[in-house]
């Protein structure tokens, strides 16, 4: 008596008014009751979300978080490529998640239309807690960085803010220890080059060691060799030893004049060779300031063919073109 008792107890009161504050409360009817033509052709069935797929544009149509990233210019199939980026974003809700990032994006100075090609480059950032970015902003800015500065470097290195404060730091004092610099002209290098903050560590000291010991620049020369190229510390250590080898000791530029103008390092070599090249070729290639005719490595590599034709060599584009097929 007592169990039939307490089941009769769980059952609901079907005398009870029942009272619905909107039509959205009524319970579903049952599965099995009768229904017209016309009710059954108002039910929209819901899309099945897929169980697994190997890109997200599977599941654009089913993600509001997804269609919103879409429509703010990120790049799926980009973001796809990254590890586990593609299950973080499906995680994430755009409300909750990622519009708080997107402002503080914006505070931080990353302009409207470089939201999305910032967020395919690193989606990683929307898994980030707020207060851990706004720390590391604020360090940057406790070590005189400007507004406008960040800005750029964060926009140029969108991996910047993943970094704690104690490893900015660390990055920071490595390239003012290992290069000599001053605290003004270490903060200007990484202003410039701001990826010298993300990137790998190693290349960079041999880079430095390979500007040393293989190509002889002192210590000095190095760093201003450095702070007017700043990307001569992540380029290829082949394509460096190509270059200075061609420069010193094909063309005769001692390394003083290399250290004056460390841009015809970030030249194609290809360039330089057509270019000294035809010069010889007319009894033109005068590279010391000291005698007539001279001629700067800048002009040398900067200028377009047919100003460095005209200008430069005193011949035609035509002439260069039948020279060149010779070669």
């Not at 997200?56 to 210019?73: F, I, M, N």
């Not at 950032?125 to 507004?147: M, N, P, Q």
Request: some cysteine; overall charge neutral.
């Amino acid at each position: 008596v007592n169990q039939q008792q307490a089941k009769a107890e769980m059952l609901p009161d079907l005398n009870a008014e029942v009272l619905y504050e909107d039509w959205d409360d009524i319970p579903p009817s049952s599965a099995l009751e009768e229904i017209s033509e016309e009710e059954a052709v108002q039910i929209i069935a819901e899309p099945l979300l897929p169980l697994q797929s190997s890109t997200l544009r599977d599941y654009v149509d089913h993600s509001e978080t997804l269609a919103k990233l879409v429509h703010l210019g990120v790049d799926l199939s980009q973001v796809e490529k990254r590890q586990k980026a593609g299950q973080l974003l499906l995680t994430l809700d755009f409300e909750k998640d990622i519009r708080k990032i997107l402002l503080f994006l914006k505070d931080v100075g990353v302009e409207d239309n470089q939201l999305g090609p910032f967020l395919t480059k690193n989606p990683y950032i929307l898994a980030e807690d707020l207060e851990a970015l706004e720390t590391r902003v604020a360090y940057l800015k406790s070590k005189k960085f400007g507004k406008a500065e960040i800005a750029h470097m964060v926009s140029r290195a969108p991996y910047l803010l993943l970094f704690s404060v104690e490893r900015l730091d660390n990055r920071l004092g490595f390239f003012k220890n290992e290069l000599g610099l001053s605290v003004r002209k270490t903060k200007d290098l990484v202003i410039r080059l701001p990826r010298l903050l993300t990137g790998k560590l190693e290349p960079v000291k041999e880079n430095i060691q390979v500007c040393q010991i293989e190509l002889g620049f002192q210590r000095n020369e190095i760093q201003h060799i450095v702070f007017k190229t700043p990307k001569i510390l992540t380029a290829s250590k082949k394509r460096l030893r190509r270059t200075f080898d061609y420069l010193h000791n094909i063309m005769g530029i001692p390394h003083h004049m290399l250290t004056q103008f460390p841009q015809v390092f970030n030249s194609k070599l290809l360039r330089i060779k057509e270019r000294h090249s035809f010069l010889t070729f007319l009894g033109r290639a005068q590279y010391d300031p000291a005698q007539p005719s001279y001629i700067s490595l800048d002009q040398l590599v900067s200028l377009p063919d047919e100003v460095f034709c005209t200008e430069i060599a005193k011949a035609s584009i035509q002439d260069f073109e039948k020279f060149l097929k010779t070669l």
